[in-house]
């Protein structure tokens, strides 16, 4: 069994939301007569999709990838236009100020892995899928750090 914390949390606000976000497809939608998807980008989902771009972007900054060309592209292919273009120069700025800000942080780490998923085993058979920003071993001793940022629109009591 997976656990997903973000569903859970999303159910416990909204059990339909829950439903379209994590279990609708865009088949059902189209079997409904005069159900149509909406084709700009919702304000309630532009959090998720940011996050989304930054991890990715973020990813690829650490492979060294070409990461400011990706952001400009996913942004066009998944953000409504008059967001697209906005939203690529604050994810680009954050990016560029976590590498300033963070630098030190390398000083006394390595990279283990970027964006990469995990499974925690809460009990037998249970476990807890995990999308982990960052997991750095310190050059000192071997233990390891785990940087796990997230972006919302505001925290609300589910999150505190």
């Known amino acids: 069994m997976i656990i997903s914390r973000s569903a859970v949390?999303?159910?416990?606000?909204?059990?339909?939301?829950?439903?379209?976000n994590y279990h609708a497809t865009l088949d059902a939608a189209q079997q409904t007569?005069?159900?149509?998807?909406?084709?700009?980008?919702p304000k309630s989902q532009?959090?998720?999709?940011?996050?989304?771009?930054?991890?990715?972007?973020?990813?690829?900054?650490?492979?060294?990838?070409?990461?400011?060309?990706y952001v400009t592209e996913a942004c066009?292919?998944?953000?409504?236009?008059?967001?697209?273009?906005?939203?690529?120069?604050?994810i680009r700025r954050a990016l560029l100020g976590w590498t300033v800000v963070r630098a030190e942080v390398l000083a006394d780490y390595?990279?283990?892995?970027?964006?990469?998923?995990?499974?925690w085993?809460?009990?037998?058979?249970?476990h807890q899928s995990l999308r982990l920003d960052r997991v750095l071993r310190r050059?000192?001793?071997?233990?390891?750090?785990?940087?796990?940022f997230k972006t919302l629109k505001a925290p609300d009591k589910n999150w505190i």
């Open 139 to 148: 050059t000192d001793d071997g233990t390891l750090a785990i940087f796990d």
């Open 121 to 126: 085993q809460l009990a037998p058979d249970v």
């Open 9 to 20: 949390v999303t159910r416990k606000t909204c059990e339909m939301k829950r439903y379209w």
């Open 46 to 69: 532009l959090p998720k999709l940011r996050g989304q771009i930054f991890h990715e972007a973020a990813a690829k900054l650490f492979a060294g990838d070409a990461w400011q060309t």
């Open 110 to 119: 390595t990279v283990v892995s970027a964006e990469q998923e995990w499974q």
């Open 76 to 90: 066009r292919a998944q953000l409504a236009p008059e967001m697209a273009e906005e939203q690529a120069a604050l």
């Open 33 to 41: 007569p005069g159900l149509v998807p909406v084709t700009t980008t």
